[in-house]
């Protein structure tokens, strides 16, 4: 009995020798940690790692909550990865000196911020999270902010108002149905050039959210549930607009600012039934995507005011019938209306690509194809 106890003692004993694994691939900056469960094991292990790693890969992590005692013990450490870990919690303390952190497919629930200059770029995903803190605020020189697969339903867009440094979020494939933000009329300013919130059941979009953003130069609203816009888009630096694959009706641009910064306006993979009306509003778009979506007749003063435009994809519509009330951009050089329903449309002279149906015409007089 004596023997069978010692030797199942050993057993024990090897097997928690092994299962703290360190792995620092020589000429690396990059370690991995595996298996480490912080209250059984101890510190004792960070030693080993030398003052050249720049980052420190935490798989498996063994431990509830991520706070003060562990993220000091990780000073000489400038990026944290963490991935596949129970833990539940981040308490950000004052202290830490990491500059990113990524915590993907923990069980993260909660996060504490306290005041802190140190951290710039914080990843979020996979994780049972369902709010993001207001403590956010507190992070002075945050520059990017990715959450993505989260059970987040709402985003109040007024946490980012405070921090100055933002300039990238993203909201990844959450649960967000609600977009909040800032009263009508309140003055508040933000730095954020890039926005992104994708694959979110959102079925409805006040534009006037996004007027705090001034510097914003990147909107990204693809693959929602999008049906109705409203309000006004008043982002005077804004180059790109994507609205991909959602399920928008109309757009109606008359109520926007004029933008005159926008170069691309996307709109493929929608349920338009018209060309949105008042593209003037964006008088030096170069190019324009309304593929995929359900356009009967194509009215070609809607681009009269476009003299900057260079590029119109209207493939996969139902356009059967085009008016010519005024003469397309002298810039355009290629307009694409392959499988829609066109008969014996005269290629304007001015165009080096036109794609209908299929067929590169390339300076052609005119051309017929089939109604599909």
Known sequence: MLLLLLVASVAFISARVLAVQLICPRYTEVCHLQDWNVASDGYAILDQLNDTTGLLSLNQLLTPILDGPILRRLARFSNLTVYRSDLETLHLTTDCTLQSISLHRTELSSMIFEANAHLYALDIALAPLAAVPSTLAKLENLKQLIISVTHIAELDLTVFYPLKELLYLEFTQNQLASLVGAPPGEHVASNVKKILIRLNPLTTVDLNLFAPFGELEFLD?????????????????????????????????????????????????????QIPACLQKLPNVTELLFD?????????????????????????????????GAPLSERLRRLELFHNCLCNFPMPSNLSTLLVDGVHAHGAASFSTKPI
């Open 221 to 273: 609203l693809t693959s929602n549930r999008i049906k109705s816009l409203s309000g006004s888009l008043r982002a005077h630096r804004l180059k790109h607009i994507t609205l991909v694959s959602n399920a928008l009706r109309k757009l109606d641009l008359c109520p926007w600012d004029v933008l005159g910064s926008v170069e691309w306006l996307e709109l493929s993979f929608n349920r338009l039934q």
């Open 292 to 324: 995929h979506n359900r356009i009967t007749h194509l009215p070609l003063e809607s681009f009269a005011d476009l003299a900057q435009l260079r590029e119109l994809h209207l493939t996969f519509n139902q356009i059967a019938t085009i008016s010519f």
